[in-house]
C-alpha cells in the first residue's frame, strides 16, 4: 500500500490521478490532498477518499473547507506554509507535485529533502531550479519520476537500458494552430487557443500547449531529467500524437513508447514503477487505419520554443525568467488583456531585461520569479495598445 500525496488534487492531473488511485484501492492510500481555489471539489474527494489532511491553499476558503469536513475527522489546513510542513509527514511514502506553475518548487523541495520519492506533473520545478533540484534529489537519494507523458515516454524507453543515449526525440501534437499563418495567429482568441485537439488540460497547459511553450519547457526538463546537453533534445511535431517521444541510442537504434492520448496511464506508471499494474484504460487498435507523422516545428511563427531552449543555453537564471514572464504573460493572454502573439514577446523582452545570475541559489530563484513578475506586468503595460487583445 503506497501512501500517497497529491499537490493540486482538483487540477486535471490531481483529478486523473485520483481516478488512478480509485482504480486500485488496493495498491495506493491518498494521505494529503491539497487546493488552491476549488474548496468544493476539494471537499468532494476527501470524503470520498478520506485523507489524513486537505490543504486549502487560499485562505479565504478555510472555514467552508473545515466546516464541511468536521464531520468525518478530517484534518484541514491552509496556505503556503501548511504544504510545506505537510509534505515531510512520515505517513507519506510519494508526493504527486501537480500544483501549477512556479509554486511546485518548494513544496518539491520540501518533500525531496524528507526523501519522499516524487511523481512530478510540475515541470516548472526543473525548468526553474533543474540543478538545484536533482542536486538535492541525488543527495538525499530520492527518485525522481516524470509524470508528462513525453517524459514519461522517455523514462520507459530507457528502463533496463544500459547503452549511451545519443538523443532524445520529444514529440509535440503541435497544438490547434499547427498550420496557423503568422496573420492568423495575430488574431486567434482565448477560446480558439483553449481547443486543444489530442489533450484535455488545463487552461495554462494548454496556452502553453497552443504557443509550443510547452514543449520548450519540456526540453529544459529533460536536460534535468536524463543528464542531457541541448544538442541532445530533439523536437518533432507529430500530430496524431500516438507517439509520445522516443530515445535515439548511440548505435542508431530508436525506442518509442506509443499509446493513446490518456494521462492516467504515464500517472499510473509513476506510482506503480518498477512494476506496471492492469488497467482499464482505452487501448490502441492496431486494426484501424493510423497515419503517423512527423514534422519540424516552425520556431518563426512560435518563437516560444526558441526562447526556451535559448535560455537553457544560457543556463543559470535564465529558465526561471523564462516561466516567470510566460505565467504572467499567459495569464494576461487568458484575462483578454493580450493578444496571443504578444506572449513571446513579453517573454523575450523580459529575458533581455533581467540581470544574468550563473550560479542560482534558492533565494535568488525566488527574488528573479518575483522580480521578472513585475517587471513582465511593467512590459505589459507599456505595449498594451500594441498588444490587444483581438
Known sequence: MKRIAILGSTGSIGTQALDVIREHPELFRVELLTAQNSWELLVRQAIEFQPNAVIIANKSHYSKVKEALEPHQIKVYTGKQAILESVVSSEIDMVLTAMVGFAGLEPTLKAIEAGKAIALANKETLVVAGELVT????????????????????FQCLVGERSPIEKVILTASGGPFRNHTLEQLEH??????????????????????????????????????FGLTPEQIEVVIHPQSIIHSM?????????????????????????TFPHRAPSSFPRLDFSLSHTLTFEKPDTNRF???????????????MPCVLNAANEVAVEAFLKEQIGFMAIPEVVESALKSMPFINHPTLADYLLTDSETRIKSVEIINQHH???KYS
Open 135 to 154: 542536486s538535492a534529489a541525488i543527495q538525499n537519494k530520492v527518485p525522481i519520476i516524470p509524470v508528462d507523458s513525453e517524459h514519461s515516454a522517455i
Open 188 to 225: 486567434v482568441t482565448k477560446t480558439d487557443a483553449l481547443n486543444h485537439p489530442n489533450w484535455c488540460m488545463g487552461q495554462k497547459i494548454t496556452i502553453d500547449s497552443a504557443s509550443l511553450m510547452n514543449k520548450g519547457l519540456e526540453v529544459i526538463e529533460a536536460k534535468w531529467l
Open 247 to 271: 530515445v535515439q541510442f548511440v548505435d542508431g537504434s530508436i525506442k518509442a513508447q506509443m499509446g493513446l492520448p490518456d494521462m492516467k496511464l504515464p500517472i499510473q506508471f509513476a506510482f
Open 303 to 317: 518563437p516560444n520554443l526558441a526562447l526556451a531552449i535559448e535560455s537553457l543555453k544560457s543556463g543559470g537564471n
Open 385 to 387: 495598445l500594441k498588444w
